[in-house]
């Protein structure tokens, strides 16, 4: 099978690289072509492809729909948000507190770390003692006796581990969807590298008290919570940032003296806020850093709780953006900084611009990001009201639209999950995660402040595509466990003895009849793989196809790559 994936790989790559195809009406979808050399289907399968060729039309919207606001269709799905209406669900997505999620709450029970405070996790996973390191260093203790005195379930990574797993859960199974595709947008618009010093120990609350909350909520209060919390100050270095001619009164550099750090005012402006064309200038990052001077951390090794330190602070008078902040102010300095630069226009179209990227198109349509950003004004940065814009307009809905985005790595893992009917439980979730960084996205795992791109450039290439191929086949194959897929459910009634009607089934639940002429034209010349039909050369009886395989092609095709 190694060969077949490497031979589909390449080919389809030039798919994933090019365009979406276009489909000529929104009301009146192509029927799919037939798969060549198919035999006649069975009655059952005949009436399921029937049914789905006349709903294709009015399906479309919904899949798109399901494609970009969730993390892909599950099995039946499409049907259930037909029944329910399209505009139905929408607002109940808008609304996750109204969605019962308990099923998915249940299966991240055993993710201890996801519940603890960040005070907990310094003490509950301690970093090595120096001196059991020294002693492995020089040979005086084993591995092994390390792992007794340290053990792999008390250090640290174990946090990043059990959030990883939680949000490949919750990409899976939650009915919340939205919520999570937009906790996954905030978290990379303020990323923090989660193997950066003691963010570590601070990153599941950062999720949790400073994404979580305010996903779905008003712009500036996701500012002001990032802002304030640990994980933000420690690895933009504000938390070291100080007056300039403040001397350390305590600790390891008692007496040192500190100075201003620039990196967390230059972050805001440039990434957080107004953009890097958002007309500030180096004048104003250095009026931004002096207003957030004092703004640390307590005990960062033993609490890693926010606090405002005022013999740190600049307490003299600032300008930025041309609005002047007198002096003698503290911690309010910040805050008016905050509400700056969350009111500023720059402000409303830098993030106009990277919703409509992230739901939309990698070049965004400059006239719907303008009503975009009218709305971000009117609204106070208004988040559900942005997206409404979004999801209401013409271009959304725009034939050059669909499936015009590439899936990033933990898109991918978690629609090609979702679309064999899935259900990790808690180490399902770390295998998935683990999967996620085999392809190219180790999740917390972003280096830079920019996040992980929402680019096809990003992510398409050669290499990736195999990987993402070879994910494909371990998923059907049982490879991961803890992850349960229902391959049968997908063919229920197709004659497995002719591969074209196995194919033809999974052509209409994966990809639900989406497929291009040449991705079935691909596919079709495999029908008679040894691999696929399970048989000899020797072989006169039927063939007994190989469903597994089957799928793991289906899912590697350049249509399930797009969202």
Known sequence: MRWTASVLAAVFLVGCSAPASRVADRGNAPAPAPVPGAAAPTSASQATTARSELRAAGDREVLHALSRLTYGPRPGEVERVRALGLDVWLERQLHPEKIDDSATEAALAELATLRMTTTELLHAYPRPDPQLRAKLASGEMSRQEMQERYPMEK??????????????VRAVTSERQLQEVMVDFWFNH????????????????????????????????LVRATAHHPAMLFYLDNWLSARPDFTIPAGPNRGRKAGLNENYARELMELHTLGVDGGYSQKDVTEVARAFTGWTI??????????????????????????????????????????I??????????????????????????????????????????????????????????EDIY???????????????RA???RPDAQGGM??????????????????????????????????????????????SGRYQRVTVDLPALVAGADTSVPAVVLDRLLAAILANQASPETRSVLAKHLADPQITRQTADDRGPANTDVAKLAALVIGSPEFQRR
Not at 309 to 316: E, I, K, L, N, V
Not at 455 to 465: I, K, P
């Open 190 to 221: 303020f990323n923090v590298f989660a193997n950066k010093g003691d963010v570590r120990w601070y990153v599941s609350a950062y999720e949790r008290e400073a994404i979580r909350p305010y996903a779905l909520g008003k712009f500036p209060e």
């Open 155 to 168: 250090r640290p990574a174990r946090i990043t581990a059990e959030l990883q797993a939680a949000k490949m």
């Open 298 to 339: 307590e005990r960062p090794q033993a609490e890693g709780r926010f606090v405002f330190r005022a013999s740190m602070h600049d307490t003299g008078e600032k300008t930025v953006l041309g609005r002047r902040i007198p002096a003698g102010g503290g911690r309010e300095d910040g805050e008016r900084v905050i509400e």
């Open 431 to 476: 295998a998935l995660a683990r999967a996620s960084a085999e392809i190219g996205e180790p999740l917390y795992e972003a280096q830079p402040p920019t996040g992980y791109g929402d680019r096809a450039e990003v992510w398409v290439n050669s290499g990736a595509l195999l990987a993402r191929m070879n994910f494909a086949l371990g998923l059907v």
């Open 341 to 398: 630069l969350t009111r500023h226009p720059s402000t409303a179209r830098f993030i106009a611009t990277k919703l409509v990227r992230r739901f939309v198109s990698d070049v965004p349509p400059p006239a719907l990001v303008d009503r975009v950003a009218a709305t971000y004004s009117r609204t106070g940065g208004d988040i559900p009201t942005m997206l409404r814009t979004i999801f209401e307009s013409r271009e959304f809905l725009g």
């Open 420 to 422: 064999l009917g899935g």
């Open 403 to 417: 499936r015009a985005k590439i899936k990033k790595p933990f898109e991918f893992v978690a629609s090609a999950t």
